[in-house]
């Protein structure tokens, strides 16, 4: 059985779906970002399934640079939520509504 480009996408929108819906009914902010997570890799797939099938490099480089965005991102975001669980004790996004200096 050969992989066309419609598996690859139907993969991918799966993803996207459940991150989606990961992010809009969670309430935990560790699980919020790895929804993000998710639909970033859902996406990454996407263009890596494209530039396999142009045959060109241009996807995946573009997929190297954003995992690597990805990561920087990730590292910050967790250091913020950390920060955030010191303040407050909680990693509940309904709790954290207000922004103090």
Known sequence: MEIHIAHYLIVAGILFSI??????VRRNAIVVLMCLELMLNA?????????RMHGNMQGRIFVFF???????EAAVMLAIIIAVYRQRE???????????G
């Open 90 to 100: 909680t990693v509940n996004t309904d709790d954290m509504d207000i922004m103090q």
């Open 19 to 24: 991150g989606l819906v990961g992010v809009v």
């Open 43 to 51: 996406a990454n797939l996407v263009f890596v399934a494209f530039a």
């Open 66 to 72: 954003a995992i690597t965005v990805a990561a920087a």
